[in-house]
């Protein structure tokens, strides 16, 4: 434990050459200018662009530090971070998240489902119930907090439906599944 914070802070230190390396811990907000593109600016046809320019994102570091990067750069150093922010904070639909976001189809050379029918498909297309067994498995382990009601019966009045949504990820390895 202290050898790895000893390290860490090491790894913080400025270089030899005076270039500073800052640890990675989240990003913490967003900006756009007056150069970003508007949802209303997308929709006319001559604005139709791939572009992130006007959209910075607040980076929040190991040491405690926050600085501003563009946009443009984060996409290519951190994509998944990006992605998990643009996602949670539900910027997916903004311009300059709208046209690489929803591209991130694939991990490590495998297509990731978005829906358990597709991931349905995808294991009869593969002759395999991989991804049905870890939607399964991860089921059962959140069933214990719901009470599940027969449609057939009268719901209680208190009682509120509610839809499940499955997140599908390839673990690291590239062989195995994972569905949250």
Request: glycine share 4%.
């Amino acid at each position: 434990m202290l050898s790895s914070l000893i390290a860490e802070n090491m790894y913080t230190e400025c270089h030899i050459n005076g270039n500073q390396h800052l640890l990675f811990k989240a990003i913490v907000n967003h900006s756009f200018n007056e150069s970003a593109v508007t949802k209303e600016e997308e929709q006319e046809p001559h604005h139709k662009q791939q572009t992130t320019e006007g959209c910075t994102l607040a980076v929040e570091c190991k040491d405690g530090s926050t600085f501003w990067e563009k946009l443009a750069d984060l996409k290519e150093s951190f994509p998944i971070k990006v992605a998990e922010y643009a996602a949670t904070s539900n910027l997916c639909d903004e311009p300059a998240f709208l046209w690489w976001v929803r591209k991130l189809t694939h991990q490590f050379g495998l297509e990731v489902p978005k829906t358990v029918k597709q991931a349905i498909v995808m294991d009869a297309e593969n002759g395999n119930h991989l991804l049905q067994d870890d939607i399964a498995k991860e089921m059962e382990e959140v069933r214990v907090a719901f009470n599940i009601i027969d449609n057939s019966k009268n719901v209680p009045p208190r009682y509120q439906w509610m839809e499940c949504h499955m997140i599908f990820y390839v673990m690291l390895d590239g062989c195995r599944w994972k569905a949250w």
